[in-house]
């Protein structure tokens, strides 16, 4: 990386070159807005050159000249480099595991919030390991700039929208770190909820593409991509004939009494269950996403629309003792949640993680499929850590 002096003669590590169309020029032209969920490249949106094909097919290319580079991705444009990022930082943890997925856990400096970035899942890879405790919190009541400043990340990869809409940060805020300190390259892409995102949107391996070529790790992302396909492909031709009716919840507290309700749409937050191919139970009762701004739904709003399957969503490291204990067992000794369908068909499995990133999407693919249909798929790993571990770490 290169340092250089910025024009108040702060010293700051600038190991690129700089962004077509600044990140607040970007802002101030109406590339606002969205919160979202796992994309699959169905927003309408025409594929550019360097983004192909859906979820296992998306590209990952970029231009070069000499030993500059260059990347492309909303809302803020191009992304020019003169050298490959040696350290860097998300602040969901979807973008985090793909950073880990192309061998870059070394650099990751920080995370929003640590809990809701499931390292855990790493102990089942042989030699792949992030120490959460390590990273810096980027949510302190709030996120302040200046953490940007101590952390001086050669890129940030965030959608500066995320920062302006959900943390207020303002356009100054943004122009200055991308100036003084490194550009942003980023999307939201775990929801699409969100109205401020105008703009395209990635499904989940699009946006790990992008990253691919950020870190110039092109052949690592093609072979997780095709395993994947493999993974999914393989899944998906056990299926049932018919699916189940899935209402996806984030309970208000343990044991519950009310949920968050979060439908199965296109962002990467609800990509296993896509892959899974149940019908949303909550879409099909007219119930607003919370991330919409949606109210919560108790035991009698349940009790209308008795779904087949409830997937309680949590964060954190939920073992299948904890899950059994704290909110399977709950369901069954509560008075109204017992004579829901799901309960009585001991029908209530682990939703997951908020963000999920190549890796984590495989463990939760796994988790969900076995949730469901115990039948099909028991307690069979459903896919090869060793192979896994061995793309991560270069050996492929």
């Known amino acids: 990386m290169v340092r250089r002096e910025t024009p108040d003669g702060v010293s700051t590590r600038r190991g690129y070159l700089g962004a077509a169309g600044a990140v607040a020029a ?15 490249g169905d927003d309408g949106s025409e594929p550019t050159d360097d983004e192909v094909g859906d979820d296992g097919n998306a590209g990952a290319t970029d231009e070069e000249t000499g030993d500059a580079y260059s ?16 350290t860097w930082f998300p602040y969901t943890g979807d973008y985090a595991d793909m950073g880990v997925a192309l061998g870059q856990a070394d650099g990751l400096l920080a995370i929003g919030i640590r809990a809701r970035y499931g390292t855990h899942l790493y102990d089942e890879l042989p030699g792949v390991s992030v120490d959460a405790d390590s990273l810096t919190e980027l949510w302190q009541d709030g996120t302040d700039q ?7 990340a050669d890129v940030h990869v965030i959608d500066p929208n995320f920062l302006k809409h959900r943390l207020e940060w ?16 980023g999307n939201t892409i775990f929801s699409r909820v969100y109205d401020w995102h105008d703009y395209r949107e990635y499904s989940l391996y699009e946006a790990f593409g992008k990253l691919a070529s950020v870190f110039r790790e092109t052949k690592r992302y093609e072979a997780f991509a095709a395993y994947h396909d493999e993974i999914v492909a393989d899944v998906q031709s056990r299926l049932p004939d018919e699916q189940p009716e899935v209402a996806v919840l984030y309970p208000d507290d343990v044991p519950p009494e009310a949920f968050y309700p979060y439908r199965i749409g296109s962002g990467t937050q609800s990509k296993h269950w896509r892959d899974l191919e149940v019908a949303d139970a909550l879409a099909g009762h007219g119930i607003t996403d919370a991330q919409a701004g949606g109210g919560m739904v108790d035991f009698e709003d349940l009790l209308e629309i008795d ?19 704290e909110i399977r067992s709950a369901l069954e000794d509560h008075p109204a949640a017992s004579q829901l369908t799901a309960v009585q068909n001991d029908r209530v499995v682990y939703g997951g993680l908020t963000y999920q990133g190549p890796i984590i999407h495989l463990f939760q693919l796994e988790r969900a499929a076995q949730g469901i249909y115990p039948d099909v798929f028991g307690d069979e790993p459903l896919f ?9 770490n270069g050996e492929f």
């Not at 990347?71 to 040696?86: L, N, Q, S, Y």
């Not at 090869?384 to 991560?392: E, F, H, I």
């Open 71 to 86: 990347v492309t991705m909303e809302p803020v444009g191009t992304v020019e480099f003169e050298a490959v990022p040696e």
């Open 146 to 152: 200046e953490l940007f400043y101590e952390l001086d």
């Open 170 to 185: 303002d356009d100054e805020d943004l122009r200055q770190v991308e100036q003084t300190v490194g550009p942003f390259v």
């Open 26 to 40: 970007g802002l101030a032209a109406g590339c606002l807005e969205g919160d979202g969920a796992d994309g699959t």
């Open 307 to 325: 779904p087949d399957v409830l997937a309680i969503r949590l964060q954190g490291e939920i073992t299948p003792e904890y899950f059994d204990a």
């Open 384 to 392: 090869d850590r060793q192979r896994v571990a061995d793309v991560v």
